[in-house]
């Protein structure tokens, strides 16, 4: 595998060669603050299992079941708030069908406790968008196994190592000559790139500073995927200013992914975060 | 990459061209800061912007409360398509003011 910066100028139509590793997992190591956490409600299972994070021992399960329940049965999007011991304040969670299985969405706090404004106000709306993006089918929370399995699917049209915003540039044209060769249109190559670009942004900026982008070609669909082995989502950084642009993103790069694309998919967790970014053909 | 050239003067012109984005920061501040300096007003035209993402957007709206808290008035002009697009999305026009982005 080769860093952007070792490519040609002219390489952007040309194959960068496989480089054999796959969107990988590393082990969890802890918990950030304003972390996602999900949950998968099985009613068939009758039980409650993480599929982002740990399920925490301090939530009421048996709530939560009926609360999932009702949601299914209702076909209803529902939020629910509940106290947990650690947290300044209540959690929220929003409980979202999808089909025969219920998401659970929270934004944990982890006894992060706000200095300035009301980002308790923030995180909320944050944690809407998501389950918002979930109810109409554009975002997917995937599990290890699944993120591993879909992470790997298809064929590999393009592999970069990305470590600075410099490269920027030259991954966008890189693309941009890939979608090309697939037959888009200029308009939804446009709209294609930017949600990608967004991603790759976001690996520099909270997910450790690099990454890798691999372009997938699937029967039905291209797929990007991007990868990285930082801290995992954690929402104070779309809060908060980050170091590097000094200016709080307030989740509108993941507006930008959800809006553009057809469908994403999404694992976080504490050593990494990779992104599933589909076109469908 | 992101070019800016300058038409100096009380109320300077700031010609953007190429591509905004996390890259542009340093270069984009440092010549607003530039051109700002004892300015009346300031323009700041997108006619050469051919890409812009949501660092980018960011970095054009610090720049532009920035200034407003100096007190120096500030308008966008000729936006792009990809420029509208992005601003539309991210409802730009509430969040710097209608003095900036007229209708």
């Known amino acids: 595998m080769r860093t952007v910066d070792e490519m040609r100028p002219d390489e952007s139509e040309a194959q960068v060669a496989p480089h054999g590793s796959e969107a990988q997992v590393a082990p969890d190591d802890g918990p950030l603050p304003c972390s996602l956490h999900v949950y998968r409600y099985r009613r068939a299972g009758g039980r409650i299992e993480a599929v982002v994070g740990v399920f925490d021992a301090g939530l009421p399960e048996d709530d939560l079941i009926a609360q999932a329940d009702e949601a299914l049965e209702r076909a209803t999007f529902m939020c629910y708030a509940v106290a947990q011991a650690d947290d300044f304040v209540e959690d929220e969670l929003c409980f979202v069908p999808c089909g025969e299985h219920c998401e659970i969405l929270s934004i944990h706090t982890n006894g992060w406790e706000r200095h300035y404004g009301d980002h308790r106000r923030s995180l909320i709306e944050i944690l809407s968008d998501l389950a918002a993006a979930v109810a109409c089918g554009r975002l997917r929370l995937l ?54 670009s967004e991603a790759v942004t976001n690996m520099l900026l909270h997910g450790g500073g690099s990454g890798e982008l691999t372009l997938r070609r699937l029967p039905d669909r291209l797929r990007a995927v991007v990868c990285d082995r930082g801290p995992g989502l954690n929402f104070l950084n ?6 590097v642009s000094g200016q709080a993103s307030m989740g509108y790069g993941f507006k930008i992914i959800t809006e553009n694309l057809d469908v994403v998919g999404l694992h976080t967790r504490p050593a990494g975060t990779t992104l599933l970014l589909d076109r469908i053909l | 990459m992101l070019q800016t050239s300058i038409v100096p003067g009380p109320a300077p012109t700031i010609f953007l061209a190429g591509e905004m984005d996390l890259d542009c920061a340093d270069g984009l501040r440092s010549a607003v800061a530039g051109a700002a300096r004892g300015a009346q007003t300031v323009t700041l035209d997108f006619s050469g912007v051919e890409f812009i993402d949501s660092s980018g957007t960011g970095i054009f709206v610090r720049l532009c409360l920035d200034l407003k808290s100096q ?32 209708e």
């Open chain 1, 143 to 196: 599990d290890s196994d699944e993120i591993a399995i879909e992470a790997a699917a298809g064929d590999e049209m393009l592999h970069l190592a990305i470590d600075k915003p410099r490269a920027l540039s030259k991954v966008r044209r890189a693309v941009d000559a890939r979608l090309a060769a697939e037959g888009l249109d200029p308009a939804l190559r446009r709209t294609t790139l930017l949600p990608i």
């Open chain 1, 238 to 243: 779309w809060i908060e200013p980050p170091d």
């Open chain 2, 71 to 102: 007190g120096v008035p500030v308008v966008a002009r000729n936006l792009t398509a990809p420029v509208h697009g992005v601003f539309e999305m991210l409802r730009v026009r509430e969040l710097v003011g209608e003095d900036v982005l007229p």
